[in-house]
């Protein structure tokens, strides 16, 4: 069986780094070490290389429609259907996507797609009959599956999480620290602001708040820094994967605050259609604050391995860091066990071994 997966942003230092590359970049990755598997992208220069098993193809890109990054103009990249068995499309309203699902049904190959949101100005599937030649929408949460458009969710399935727990996982050697951490991109849907709200009710000196991400708008930063102004706040912006994997194991607690209505009003859809970094610090026996926005609810285990609490609330973040905090050693040992419990079944190899008995069935059919 050959694989190939079409996503038009991917998971390397010249992509729009968050879940919707994350996510077909490691699915990708874990299927390569049972099939033959190619993830197809694009960047400025054509490269060909491996990544470990996976082979990976990105094709120059000159021209953003609309100048958004999600949604480039290619065509050399349609090439790369023709010795597929299987084509997974990654992201539903772009060009890019339209076209690769047009191609793979025309050359009689089975094609799948996943959402994450968000997408281009300009597509075809409003013109042309896309969705009917997709066999099936995958979607990894069921908040996910409600934004799958009528014409897919008949035929669609729901395969949650995703998470390497041989990497993340606990180190007995390392003490828990009086740290509350957070990671991710330093944007106003991230709800950061209200995480230091929280901090500050929390009115614990002897704990501190770290925040590790990389600056996606500069005016929401500077805000952020002048919210955190006389608190024990530490804002990292170059943690290597040794570091962040230190950092989950060592936290008390991992809060991920995102709203879908930010500080400036602005509204998302969908601020988080799972949230890497609940699984993240789970997988390494960390409890998880989030809010209830968006799919994040279907991750924590709530009142078992962290809280889920309403957004947009420094108060409500407050309260159950105080719970946390406040937990005696037994408590919160019991806490650490349910994390890793919670995660197993939401494992990489779980959902990678589901994706291909999906694309099995399909391919006998």
Known sequence: ???????????????????????????????????????????????????????????????????????????????????????????????????????????????????????????????????????????????????????????SVLIKGGIDTNKFCPDESLEKEKKILYVGRILPHKGINYLIDGFRLLNRPDYKLKIIGRVYSDKFYQELKELADGLSVEFIHDADDKRLLHEYRTAWVTVLPSVHTDCYGNYSHVPELMGFTLLESQACGTPVICTDAGAMHEFVNNERTGFVVKQNSGEAI?????????????????????????????????????????YQNILVQ
């Open 318 to 358: 407050a309260t159950a860091l105080e719970k946390l905090v406040n937990l005696s050693p037994i408590e919160y040992r019991e806490y650490q066990i349910r994390c890793r419990e919670w995660i197993e079944p939401l494992s990489w190899l779980t959902v990678t071994q589901r994706h291909l008995e999906i």
């Open 1 to 155: 069986m050959k694989i190939v997966h079409i996503t038009p942003t991917y998971f390397d230092e010249s992509s729009i780094i968050g879940g919707g590359e994350r996510y077909p970049t490691e699915l990708a990755s874990g299927m390569a070490n049972f099939v033959d598997t190619t993830l197809v992208s694009f960047s400025s220069v054509r490269k060909s290389y491996r990544q470990g098993n996976l082979k990976i193809e990105t094709y120059p890109v000159k021209h953003l429609i609309h100048g958004n990054k999600i949604n480039p103009l290619s065509f050399q990249y349609l090439k790369s259907i023709l010795q597929a068995d299987m084509v997974h499309i990654h992201h539903i309203y772009t060009l890019v996507s339209d076209l690769g699902c047009l191609a793979a049904f025309l050359l009689g190959k089975r094609v799948f797609v996943t959402d994450y949101g968000g997408g281009g100005s300009f597509v075809i599937n409003h013109k042309l009959p896309i969705f009917k030649f997709y066999r099936q929408a995958i979607a990894y949460s069921r908040f996910g599956l409600d934004f799958i458009p009528i014409e897919l969710q008949k035929k």
